[in-house]
């Protein structure tokens, strides 16, 4: 193969996975559940219409309580995915942000925040908008943004412009587009600047382990707190 020749795909997938495996295996999963999800409905704009994953995943409070497995909902309704467009965004975004954490703070810790900025995401939208399905990676991507702002930040470069700018033009999205969950947004925004403040605030691998640990918790338990109130009676308002 001569040097001008194009990069064949499976060599450009591997290339992709060896700069950020954590992330690359993200969006591959959210691509190959958003492929079921199209498979069972027939259709790539309207894949959650009469798909069971996507059924069995929403984000939807009142669907929270039917079995043991229903919190887990909070974490299954961040690989789904609304529409190609949504997730082709998502996934876009999740790997270039995600593949920055991942040179950073090693594929580990990269986990870790993109578990606990869905979870935190999903937390917040069950708790101030509980009757609204929700679905999407964007918890986590919100997440993955502000611990970005803060490394750009660490590194004194221009990205932390960029990054902000990345970020405000996304809320600007939130607000003026109808149907896109804006406490999602901002649940995964909040968490990500909590885990930025761990992430720089510590230094040994430990206590950062800890405090993302921490958070994380805390997300887990305010879905199980809402879900148990829902099981109590207790209103959705």
Same mark, same amino acid.
């Given at each position: 193969?001569?040097?001008?020749?194009?990069?064949? %795909?499976?060599?450009?997938?591997?290339?992709?996975?060896?700069?950020?495996?954590?992330?690359?295996?993200?969006?591959?999963?959210?691509?190959?559940?958003?492929?079921?999800?199209?498979?069972?409905?027939?259709?790539?704009?309207?894949?959650?219409?009469?798909?069971?994953?996507?059924?069995?995943?929403?984000?939807?409070? %009142?669907?929270?309580?039917?079995?043991?497995?229903?919190?887990?909902?909070?974490?299954?309704?961040?690989?789904?995915?609304?529409?190609?467009?949504?997730?082709?965004?998502?996934?876009?975004?999740?790997?270039?942000?995600?593949?920055?954490?991942?040179?950073?703070?090693?594929? %580990?810790?990269?986990?870790?925040?993109?578990?606990?900025?869905?979870?935190?995401?999903?937390?917040?939208?069950?708790?101030?908008?509980?009757?609204?399905?929700?679905?999407?990676?964007?918890?986590?991507?919100?997440?993955?943004?502000?611990?970005?702002?803060?490394?750009?930040?660490?590194?004194?470069?221009?990205?932390?412009?960029?990054?902000?700018?990345?970020?405000?033009?996304?809320?600007?999205?939130?607000?003026?587009? %109808?149907?896109?969950?804006?406490?999602?947004?901002?649940?995964?925004?909040?968490?990500?600047?909590?885990?930025?403040?761990?992430?720089?605030?510590?230094?040994?691998?430990?206590?950062?382990?800890?405090?993302?640990?921490?958070?994380?918790?805390?997300?887990?338990?305010?879905?199980?707190?809402?879900?148990?109130?829902?099981?109590?009676?207790?209103?959705?308002?």
């Amino acid at each position: 193969m001569s040097p001008s020749s194009p990069t064949p %795909p499976a060599q450009m997938a591997r290339n992709l996975y060896r700069q950020a495996p954590v992330s690359a295996a993200t969006a591959t999963l959210i691509i190959i559940v958003f492929m079921i999800t199209a498979v069972q409905s027939h259709s790539i704009t309207g894949n959650l219409n009469d798909s069971g994953l996507g059924d069995a995943w929403v984000l939807y409070l %009142p669907l929270m309580d039917g079995s043991p497995f229903g919190p887990l909902r909070a974490l299954g309704s961040s690989l789904l995915h609304l529409g190609i467009g949504h997730m082709l965004i998502n996934v876009i975004l999740l790997y270039l942000i995600g593949r920055e954490t991942e040179w950073t703070f090693g594929s %580990p810790l990269t986990a870790g925040i993109l578990v606990t900025g869905a979870l935190g995401a999903s937390a917040t939208v069950v708790w101030q908008s509980p009757g609204s399905p929700t679905v999407g990676a964007s918890g986590a991507v919100y997440a993955l943004m502000a611990v970005f702002v803060a490394i750009a930040y660490s590194r004194k470069d221009s990205q932390v412009g960029g990054a902000l700018v990345l970020i405000g033009v996304n809320l600007a999205y939130t607000l003026m587009t %109808p149907g896109v969950s804006l406490w999602g947004h901002l649940g995964g925004l909040a968490t990500g600047a909590l885990l930025a403040g761990v992430l720089f605030g510590v230094r040994s691998r430990g206590a950062r382990w800890f405090g993302l640990g921490s958070i994380c918790a805390v997300a887990v338990i305010a879905v199980l707190v809402r879900v148990a109130m829902l099981s109590t009676g207790a209103s959705l308002s």
